[in-house]
């Protein structure tokens, strides 16, 4: 079981660095559509949209970096989590609120739709695991005596 962890594990981390390493360097290759994109969203003041554009990528990538660095990843991956939770929140508010956006994740042109707020729900899942990998590897070890 403690190998299929380790694997587990590893899988989670490079999954998701790779998907926050691409994401943000597709967006600062385009920080004007991602500004458009973000605008989209109709949730923030205009003073906002370009800070947004041009900082989020970057915590992205650093939040990629960490993963793959191995640096504090219980604490990396809560604030993985933290900010995926905070996409599809977003996600599902303007998708509730029936505005036409791009989603802006992963490329332009996406719009906003269930399947773009389940993914996003699916790449929370290894955050999760990662942020709770020890106290579930704790309670595993307490079932299995």
Same mark, same amino acid.
Do not use: K
């Given at each position: 079981?403690? /190998?299929?962890? %380790? #694997?587990?594990?590893?899988?989670? %981390? &490079?999954?998701?660095?790779? #998907?926050?390493?691409?994401s943000g360097y597709f967006k600062l290759q385009s920080p004007l559509q991602f500004a458009a994109a973000i605008a989209g969203y109709k949730l !923030?003041?205009?003073?906002? #949209? !370009?800070?947004?554009?041009?900082?989020?990528?970057? !915590? +992205? &990538?650093?939040?990629? =970096?960490?993963?793959l660095s191995g640096w504090k990843i219980r604490y990396v991956s809560i604030g993985a989590s933290g900010l995926l939770l905070a996409f599809i929140?977003?996600?599902? !508010?303007t998708y509730i609120r029936g505005i036409d956006a791009d989603c802006g994740c992963f490329g332009f042109g996406d719009k906003i739709s269930p399947r773009t707020i389940a993914r996003d729900v699916? /790449?929370?899942?290894?955050?999760?695991?990662? =942020?709770? +990998? +020890?106290?579930?590897k704790k309670t595993a070890a307490r079932y299995t005596k």
């Open positions: 079981m403690a /190998i299929a962890l %380790r #694997i587990l594990h590893w899988a989670c %981390r &490079i999954v998701l660095a790779g #998907i926050f390493l691409y !923030v003041p205009d003073s906002f #949209i !370009v800070p947004l554009a041009d900082y989020l990528p970057w !915590v +992205e &990538i650093a939040l990629g =970096a960490l993963l929140v977003i996600l599902t !508010v699916l /790449i929370l899942l290894p955050a999760v695991f990662l =942020a709770l +990998e +020890e106290r579930l």
